[in-house]
């Protein structure tokens, strides 16, 4: 196909861009890296060997295959200022469905293909796997046979090994929901509160640092390489009567309300006019918040003695 013969241009150069950009220049794929004249990414990109082409120029055109890699909240403003630039037809690949569903940018702008390419991991972990020969499985879409094709070649070469068909809409409430629920939420602060409580309980920084966020790696890392059978089967009896009684204390009705609240304000779509603020000065708010917590303090203090 005359498409997948395309450069594969990556908008952006963040976290994810990069690990995609380096996953593919190493799987010998013509990669360009579509960047602002004023981003302070160009030296880095540079640096790694990426041929850089300016937004808003005609070098786009250059291209038939996009992947888009900036903030999901950039992705209309975009759209509207770039879609001159870029030639009838040409395929972008977005890493999260949010602005397609929020936006529906498929129907704002049809001259466009527009597919869906999820993987289901953190950056480190995406060039971690492709490093290691590992997987990556991620969620997909496109709307035609050619499109799937040239999205499925994108993919491999990009490491992602395992493909499941999903759609926008489907793929967007499952990583909301994921997010607030427990990935983004219960996982940091349940552990801070614990860690805040030993401490409080007379536990020193290191025991109390060890026992409630160290040990969230090898504990979630165990669940996810054995499954919940052999995990239970492998966690001691101590261990074992602790969750069901944390379980049963911590997680009853007001809980299940509370998750079915957040879905609910996903499927009527409330939380896409809650995604409306200033994400930078929230994140801002939120590293202060943890700058002044004892556990970041522990956490820079034994890193090199205790995380590889």
């Not at 498409?3 to 190493?26: C, H, R, Y």
């Not at 602060?189 to 860690?195: E, F, I, P, R, T």
């Not at 920084?205 to 499954?227: N, Y």
């Not at 303090?297 to 590889?308: E, M, P, S, T, Y």
Request: hydrophobic letters at 40%; a neutral charge.
């Amino acid at each position: 196909m005359e498409e997948a013969k395309s450069p594969v241009t990556i908008i952006g150069f963040g976290s994810q861009a990069k690990a995609w950009a380096l996953n593919l220049k190493d799987s010998k794929q013509d990669v360009k890296i579509a960047l602002k004249k004023s981003s302070k990414s160009r030296e880095l990109a540079k640096k790694l060997g990426f041929d850089i082409i300016d937004l808003e120029s005609d070098a786009l055109k250059q291209s038939g295959i996009f992947v888009m890699l900036i903030p999901d909240d950039q992705h209309l403003k975009f759209m509207e200022a770039n879609r001159s630039f870029m030639k009838d037809g040409a395929h972008i690949l977005y890493a999260h469905g949010f602005s397609l569903s929020k936006e529906d940018l498929s129907k704002r702008f049809p001259k466009f293909t527009h597919s869906l390419l999820a993987p289901k991991a953190i950056a480190s972990e995406v060039r971690y796997q492709y490093e290691i020969h590992g997987k990556i499985g991620a969620a997909y879409f496109a709307p035609t046979p050619e499109s799937e094709k040239v999205l499925r070649e994108v993919a491999r070469h990009a490491g992602f090994t395992a493909l499941y068909k999903s759609h926008f809409d489907e793929e967007t409430k499952a990583d909301l929901f994921s997010e607030q629920s427990f990935l983004c939420s219960i996982l940091p602060y349940v552990a801070l509160k614990s860690y805040n409580i030993l401490r409080a309980n007379g536990v020193n920084q290191e025991v109390a640092f060890m026992e409630c966020f160290l040990e969230l790696k090898s504990i979630s890392q165990a669940i996810v390489t054995l499954g919940p059978e052999a995990f239970f089967k492998l966690i001691s009896p101590n261990a074992l009567i602790g969750s069901q009684k944390g379980r049963h204390l911590l997680l009853g009705s007001e809980f299940d309300k509370s998750l079915e609240k957040l879905i609910s304000e996903i499927n009527d779509r409330k939380f896409y006019k809650e995604v409306e603020v200033d994400a930078d000065k929230l994140r801002l708010e939120v590293l202060a918040e943890w700058d002044k917590e004892e556990l970041t303090q522990v956490f820079k203090r034994l890193k090199a003695d205790l995380i590889n």
